[in-house]
C-alpha cells in the first residue's frame, strides 16, 4: 500500500467518534441506514473452507490496530490496519472468491448507542453490518496480507472498484456520513470494528469467504455486501468461515 494512504489522513480518535456520533443520530432521524445482510447462500455441496484471520489475542480477539474507533488516540496509520486472512483452496470448479466481514452485534436501536446512562446488555436486540467487502477475487489467490486491504485510516475511506486482488465494494460506513462531512464518500474495501463504549458485550465480527464458480459477479461501480450475497446465489461451491471478537468496553 503506497505510504501517502497512511499519511493521508490526520483526524483524531475523538474527531472519528464525534463525527460517527453525529451521523449515527442522523441515521436514526431519518430511519434504517442498512438493510441486514440476506441469508448466505447455499452450498452446491458440502464442502467446508478452512479460514484464518492473523493477529488474534490468545483469547479470540482482533488487536486494536484493526479498529476503526481505537481504544486512545493514535496515528492515523496506526489503526484501521485490515487483518490477514487465508483461506484453503477451493474446489477444483472455483474460478473466483469473495470475501466479506460482518459485526453480528450492532445494537438495533442505534440512537442508544454510546448514550449517557444506557448499558447495552447480552438482551439488547442486535442487526449485523458487513465491515468488508472484497469479491471477484482470482482463484489463484488464498491469501490477504495485513494491511493490504487497508493501511491505516482514511478520511474519506479507500477507493471502491478494481484491485490486484479483487473488486472492492462499499462497506457499512458509506451509509453514515452526511455528504458534506470530511469523512464522507463511498468507504471501499474494509473499515474495522467500532463498537459503543457502553455495550457489555463483545462483538463477533465473522469473516466469510465464498469459492465461486464464475469468475465475476458481474457487479460495478457503488454495490454492498448485501448485493454480492445476492449476486451469489447459485454460485458457491464451497464457504468457510473464522470468527473473532472485539469490544470497546474497559
Same mark, same amino acid.
Given at each position: +500500500?503506497?505510504?501517502? +494512504?497512511?499519511?493521508?489522513?490526520?483526524a483524531s480518535t475523538a474527531a472519528v467518534g464525534a463525527a460517527l456520533a453525529v451521523a449515527v443520530?442522523?441515521?436514526?432521524?431519518?430511519?434504517?441506514? !442498512?438493510?441486514?445482510? /440476506?441469508?448466505?447462500?447455499?452450498?452446491?455441496? $458440502?464442502?467446508?473452507?478452512?479460514?484464518?484471520?492473523?493477529?488474534?489475542? /490468545?483469547?479470540?480477539?482482533?488487536?486494536?490496530?484493526?479498529?476503526?474507533?481505537? *481504544?486512545?488516540?493514535?496515528d492515523p496509520a496506526e489503526y484501521n490496519i485490515s487483518p490477514s486472512v487465508s483461506w484453503s483452496q477451493g474446489?477444483? /470448479?472455483?474460478?473466483? &472468491? /469473495?470475501?466479506? +466481514?460482518?459485526?453480528?452485534?450492532? $445494537?438495533?436501536?442505534?440512537? %442508544?448507542? =454510546?448514550?449517557?446512562?444506557? !448499558?447495552?446488555? %447480552?438482551?439488547?436486540?442486535?442487526?449485523?453490518?458487513?465491515?468488508?467487502?472484497?469479491?471477484?477475487? *482470482?482463484?489463484?489467490?488464498?491469501?490477504?496480507?495485513? @494491511?493490504?486491504?487497508? #493501511?491505516?485510516?482514511?478520511?474519506?475511506?479507500?477507493?471502491?472498484?478494481?484491485?490486484?486482488?479483487?473488486?472492492?465494494? #462499499?462497506? !457499512? &460506513?458509506?451509509?453514515?456520513?452526511?455528504?458534506?462531512?470530511?469523512?464522507? @464518500?463511498?468507504?471501499?474495501?474494509?473499515?474495522?470494528?467500532? $463498537?459503543?463504549? =457502553?455495550?457489555?458485550?463483545?462483538?463477533?465480527?465473522?469473516?466469510?469467504? &465464498?469459492?465461486?464458480?464464475?469468475?465475476?459477479?458481474?457487479?460495478?461501480?457503488?454495490?454492498?455486501?448485501?448485493?454480492?450475497?445476492?449476486? +451469489?446465489?447459485?454460485?458457491?461451491? %464451497?464457504?468457510?468461515?473464522?470468527?473473532?471478537? &472485539?469490544?470497546? %468496553? *474497559?
Open positions: +500500500m503506497p505510504s501517502g +494512504m497512511q499519511r493521508s489522513g490526520r443520530a442522523r441515521a436514526v432521524a431519518a430511519g434504517p441506514a !442498512v438493510t441486514p445482510p /440476506a441469508a448466505a447462500p447455499a452450498t452446491a455441496a $458440502p464442502v467446508s473452507l478452512t479460514v484464518t484471520v492473523g493477529g488474534l489475542t /490468545a483469547d479470540g480477539r482482533l488487536p486494536a490496530s484493526a479498529a476503526y474507533c481505537p *481504544p486512545s488516540r493514535r474446489p477444483a /470448479a472455483t474460478r473466483s &472468491y /469473495a470475501l466479506l +466481514m460482518t459485526d453480528l452485534d450492532v $445494537p438495533k436501536d442505534l440512537s %442508544a448507542i =454510546n448514550k449517557p446512562g444506557v !448499558v447495552l446488555d %447480552a438482551a439488547t436486540p442486535r442487526v449485523p453490518f458487513i465491515h468488508w467487502v472484497l469479491i471477484d477475487i *482470482p482463484p489463484t489467490i488464498t491469501h490477504l496480507r495485513q @494491511g493490504e486491504e487497508s #493501511a491505516g485510516f482514511v478520511p474519506k475511506g479507500n477507493p471502491i472498484g478494481p484491485t490486484d486482488h479483487g473488486l472492492r465494494g #462499499a462497506n !457499512v &460506513y458509506s451509509h453514515f456520513y452526511p455528504k458534506d462531512s470530511p469523512l464522507a @464518500g463511498p468507504r471501499g474495501g474494509y473499515d474495522g470494528p467500532c $463498537p459503543p463504549h =457502553n455495550d457489555t458485550v463483545a462483538h463477533r465480527y465473522v469473516t466469510q469467504v &465464498y469459492a465461486l464458480d464464475v469468475p465475476s459477479l458481474g457487479l460495478q461501480g457503488l454495490f454492498f455486501g448485501e448485493d454480492a450475497l445476492r449476486a +451469489m446465489q447459485g454460485h458457491v461451491l %464451497a464457504v468457510g468461515e473464522a470468527d473473532a471478537l &472485539y469490544s470497546a %468496553a *474497559p
